[in-house]
C-alpha cells in the first residue's frame, strides 16, 4: 500500500473522528453518490471533477481496498461512528445479506462495512466496488457511466497510451473483472439498469455536462 494512501487514510479518519466529537446529526439528504462506469467512459474523471466542485470525498477501488486492508488488524475506520451509527451499519450490512442470500468471507464482511461506514457518514462520492448494491437503501443516488465501445477504445487508447488491440483486451478484461466482482460478492448485475437512478452516456455528454447533471439530481 502507497504512503499517498495510508496518508488519505489517516487524514479521513481523522476527519471523521472530529465529526463524531463534535455529535454531528447523521444527515437526512442525499449525500452519497455512487458510480458504477464502463471502461473507459471516463467515470473517475466524472468522479473526481464531481468532488472538486462539491467538496465531497471521494473513495475509489484502490482507497477502499487499502481501507479493507487496514481493517483487518484496526478497527479504527469502523469506530468512527458513534454506537447508534455502528448499530445502524450492522442492520444494513445483515439486511442486505439476508435479502440477497449471500454467504460473507472475511473480505466480504469488511468490504460491506467499510462502505456502509462511509454512506453513514455522508458527503462521498464512491466510485465502484458494488458501492450502489450495498448503499441503495440510503441517502444515496446511484448512478452508472456508459459509452459506445467505440468512444470508449479510443479515450483508453489516449489515456493508457495503448494500441488498439491492447486497448479492446484492457477493456474487455477490466469490463470482465467488475461484473465477476459484482456477481461474486453482491450476487448482482453490473448492466443492469433498475440497479441505477441515473444513467449518462459520455458518448454524448461532455465529463463537465455530466457532473452538472449529477449535481442537478441531488437537489
Not at 479493507?68 to 469506530?79: F, P
Not at 443516488?141 to 495503448?162: A, F, G, Q, Y
Not at 441515473?198 to 441531488?218: D, R, Y
Request: proline share 1%; glycine share 4%.
Amino acid at each position: 500500500m502507497s504512503k499517498s494512501i495510508h496518508k488519505l487514510i489517516d487524514e479521513q479518519v481523522k476527519r471523521w473522528e472530529l465529526g463524531k466529537r463534535e455529535d454531528k446529526p447523521i444527515q437526512e439528504s442525499i449525500n452519497i453518490v455512487t458510480i458504477s462506469r464502463e471502461s473507459g467512459s471516463q467515470g473517475y474523471e466524472i468522479a473526481k471533477q464531481f468532488c472538486e466542485e462539491t467538496g465531497f470525498d471521494l473513495f475509489h477501488d484502490k482507497i477502499i481496498e487499502a481501507m479493507v486492508e487496514t481493517s483487518k488488524n484496526s478497527r479504527a475506520l469502523l469506530e468512527t461512528l458513534d454506537e447508534r451509527g455502528m448499530n445502524i451499519v450492522d442492520d444494513i450490512v445483515s439486511n442486505f445479506v439476508n435479502e440477497h442470500h449471500l454467504w460473507l468471507d472475511d473480505y466480504s464482511k469488511l468490504l460491506f462495512k467499510i462502505l456502509s461506514t462511509i454512506g453513514k457518514h455522508g458527503n462521498a462520492v464512491v466510485l465502484g466496488r458494488g458501492a450502489n448494491c450495498v448503499l441503495h437503501k440510503q441517502n444515496v443516488i446511484r448512478v452508472r457511466i456508459v459509452s459506445p465501445m467505440t468512444v470508449r477504445l479510443i479515450h483508453i487508447e489516449k489515456s493508457l497510451d495503448l494500441n488498439r488491440d491492447d486497448a479492446q483486451k484492457y477493456m474487455v478484461s477490466t469490463d470482465a473483472n467488475r461484473a465477476a466482482f459484482i456477481k461474486r460478492y453482491f450476487n448482482s448485475d453490473a448492466t443492469d439498469p433498475s440497479n441505477y437512478d441515473l444513467i449518462l452516456n459520455t458518448g454524448t455528454l461532455s465529463v463537465k455536462k455530466a457532473v452538472q447533471m449529477i449535481k442537478c439530481a441531488l437537489n
